[in-house]
Structures are given as C-alpha cells and as structure tokens.
C-alpha cells in the first residue's frame, strides 16, 4: 500500500507537468497533433519559441519519471519491491519501450528543431542517472530490489543513445530501439524466472536465498546466469552488442566521456550481477527447504530457454549458421524501426 500510495501521488504529479507542458505547447503552436507540431515548429524558427520549450520541457520531466532517470528516481525500487514480480517485469521492461517510442517519435519529429536546447540538461541527468543507479545497486540485498536499481543503469545507457541521436542519427536512434529489444528479454527472463522460483507463497529473492542454487536446480540456474550476463553486458549476449552500438554510437557523436562513464557503469554492474552467478554456484546450499521450490514443468522450461536462447543468438549472430538472421539482421530491423517515426 505504501507503494501504491507512493507511485499515485509522484505519477499524478508528473501527469500535471504533461498537462502543464501540453498546454503550453499549444499556446505556442496552436496544435497537440503528432506531426503538425513538428510542421508549425519549423514555420516558427527564428522567432520567439520560448512557450513551446518551456512545454517540451515540463514534457520531457515526464518521460524522466517515467523512465526512473535521475532526478526522478526515488519511486522505482520501492514501487517494483512492492509489486508482485510479472507485474514489476512489466514495468521494467515493456512499459520502458512504449515510453522510448513515443519520446522518440516526438523528439526526432516534432520537437527537432529544438532538440539541442537540452543537450547539455541530458549529460547532466546520464552521469547523475548511472553513478546513482549504480550506488543503489551495489548496497540491494534483495535480488528484486536489485534488479529494480539496475533499471535505473540501463536507463543511463540508453539516454547515451538519445543523447547522441542529433549527431550520429539513425545509428543512434537503431542502437535504442535494438537495446530495448536486449533489455525487454534479458529483464522477462530474470523477473519471470525469479517469478517462478518464488511462486507458492516460498519467497525466496535474496542473494543470500540463492546459495548453492546450481547444485539443486542447475537448468534454473543456467538460465538465471544467461539473464545476468546479458544485463551485465558480456560478450555472447544480446546486451553486450546493444551496449557496444550504443558506446560507438557515442563516440562518434563526440560524446566520448559519457560512453567512458557507460563503460565504467557496466564494470560495477558485473559486481551485482556476478554476485548472484558466485553465490548459485560456488558455495555449498543453504539451509532452506529446498524441496519447496516447484520444477519447472509445462512450457515453461520450453519459453525461457527460447528466451535465453534469443539473447544467446542476438550476441553471437549468425556466426554458425551463415545465413540465419543474427545481428545484422536485427540491427535492419531496428533501423526500419527508426525510419518509421517519421511515417505521417
């Protein structure tokens, strides 16, 4: 109930700025309507635009909520901790990509013309956003606060991306859409495995819950491990191609030392991560019932190791087999993504 009674209170006021925002955009254009805003705008350059930046940026104050970046974070662990697990999967992964997609649809459409006004606002709230994510991160003892506080990183890095977007363009817009795709499967797998391992009221989400794991359920762990490694970023896992477009993509934007901090950001991540992996399967089992934990049974062995191995293949691509769609094939995709924005 406090959870609830918190993100009600911080969603209804960043609700008010989106209003607020809105209508000051509508003062100055005379419209709310997706791509006419973006044609008036360019009509207006040159002239006083001061009430359409003020609005976009009440606006943008509301995707930062949204998203959990720095200011704007205080909610996310306390309201994923108080969630059940598929809902607070939900929130991490799918509800990110919707608020990513219509931001991006209104920055590089309608608001382009503008767009640099906040460049400098955006560096502050990246650097802000991963050294504060990362704090909280690495002091979690619950798995699921954890995992909470990662969002918050992963956050950091696609904002790298957005950032960079006015530079290195359609690179930078493919590289989010392709790292959204890479943290949507690496957060359902981890939420919904722990999902699953907690189920019948046996909560077990702590680290220490999680000892010697391996050597009693060694398919879950396996997969749990997968998970871990794409969202820390390793080699051979979706994640890590997602963070190394968005890292080049940075560089070449000129943004050299927020790609360094990003880097830096996911050298700490291993910490969290690998904390989980160490525990699963180099110390001896707790002393908990392990027995209590169901077996996996159904389909749902088939779907997360489906899900496990769509992060296998989006890191290794098409390596084996020559032309079976990999990473190019995805990095296409995402780039017909990106074009699509500007379908009116």
């Given at each position: 109930?406090?959870?609830?009674?918190?993100?009600?209170?911080?969603?209804?006021?960043?609700?008010?700025f989106f209003?607020l925002g809105?209508a000051f955009?509508?003062a100055?254009?005379?419209?709310?309507i997706?791509?006419?805003?973006?044609n008036?705008?360019?009509t207006l350059?040159?002239?006083?635009?001061s009430?359409?930046?003020?609005?976009a940026?009440?606006?943008?104050?509301?995707?930062?909520?949204?998203?959990s970046?720095?200011?704007?974070?205080?909610w996310?662990?306390?309201?994923?901790?108080?969630s059940?697990?598929?809902?607070?999967a939900?929130?991490?992964?799918?509800?990110?990509?919707?608020?990513?997609?219509?931001?991006?649809?209104?920055m590089?459409?309608?608001?382009?013309?503008?767009?640099?006004?906040?460049?400098t606002l955006?560096?502050?709230?990246?650097?802000?956003?991963?050294?504060?994510?990362?704090?909280?991160?690495?002091?979690?003892?619950?798995?699921?606060?954890?995992?909470?506080?990662?969002?918050?990183?992963?956050?950091?890095?696609?904002?790298i991306?957005?950032v960079?977007?006015?530079?290195?363009?359609e690179?930078?817009?493919?590289?989010?859409?392709?790292?959204?795709v890479?943290?949507?499967l690496?957060?359902?797998?981890?939420?919904?495995?722990?999902?699953?391992?907690?189920?019948?009221?046996?909560?077990?989400v702590?680290?220490?819950?999680f000892?010697?794991?391996?050597?009693?359920?060694?398919?879950?762990a396996?997969?749990?491990?997968?998970?871990?490694?794409?969202?820390?970023?390793?080699p051979?896992?979706?994640g890590?191609?997602?963070?190394?477009?968005?890292?080049?993509?940075?560089?070449?934007?000129?943004?050299?030392?927020?790609?360094?901090?990003?880097?830096?950001?996911?050298f700490?991540?291993?910490?969290y991560?690998?904390?989980?992996?160490?525990?699963?399967?180099?110390?001896p089992?707790?002393?908990?019932?392990?027995?209590?934990?169901?077996?996996?049974?159904?389909i749902?062995p088939l779907t997360?190791?489906?899900?496990?191995?769509?992060?296998?293949?989006?890191?290794?691509?098409?390596?084996?087999?020559?032309?079976?769609p990999?990473?190019?094939f995805?990095?296409?995709?995402?780039?017909?993504?990106?074009m699509?924005?500007?379908?009116?």
């Amino acid at each position: 109930m406090e959870a609830s009674f918190q993100y009600l209170v911080l969603g209804s006021l960043a609700g008010i700025f989106f209003l607020l925002g809105s209508a000051f955009v509508y003062a100055g254009l005379g419209t709310t309507i997706l791509g006419e805003m973006g044609n008036r705008l360019d009509t207006l350059m040159g002239k006083d635009v001061s009430l359409v930046i003020i609005g976009a940026t009440l606006i943008l104050a509301t995707f930062l909520f949204k998203i959990s970046a720095f200011p704007f974070q205080n909610w996310t662990i306390d309201v994923y901790d108080g969630s059940s697990l598929p809902v607070s999967a939900f929130m991490a992964a799918t509800f990110k990509v919707a608020i990513f997609g219509f931001i991006l649809r209104l920055m590089l459409v309608d608001f382009d013309p503008i767009r640099d006004t906040w460049d400098t606002l955006f560096i502050v709230v990246i650097i802000a956003t991963l050294l504060y994510g990362s704090f909280l991160a690495i002091i979690q003892k619950s798995l699921k606060r954890m995992l909470a506080a990662s969002s918050i990183v992963h956050t950091g890095y696609l904002l790298i991306a957005f950032v960079s977007i006015g530079y290195a363009g359609e690179s930078a817009a493919s590289s989010i859409i392709y790292y959204l795709v890479a943290y949507f499967l690496s957060a359902m797998g981890a939420f919904g495995l722990i999902s699953y391992i907690a189920a019948d009221e046996h909560v077990r989400v702590t680290y220490e819950d999680f000892r010697g794991f391996a050597h009693v359920h060694p398919y879950m762990a396996a997969m749990l491990s997968v998970f871990m490694l794409s969202l820390a970023g390793i080699p051979s896992t979706i994640g890590f191609v997602g963070k190394f477009y968005i890292f080049t993509g940075a560089i070449e934007a000129g943004y050299t030392f927020l790609a360094v901090c990003g880097v830096v950001a996911t050298f700490v991540s291993v910490y969290y991560y690998f904390k989980l992996i160490a525990l699963m399967y180099f110390y001896p089992a707790c002393d908990s019932d392990w027995k209590d934990v169901p077996s996996l049974k159904g389909i749902t062995p088939l779907t997360i190791g489906l899900i496990a191995l769509a992060i296998i293949w989006g890191g290794i691509g098409n390596t084996f087999i020559a032309y079976f769609p990999g990473v190019d094939f995805l990095i296409d995709t995402a780039r017909l993504s990106y074009m699509s924005l500007f379908i009116k």
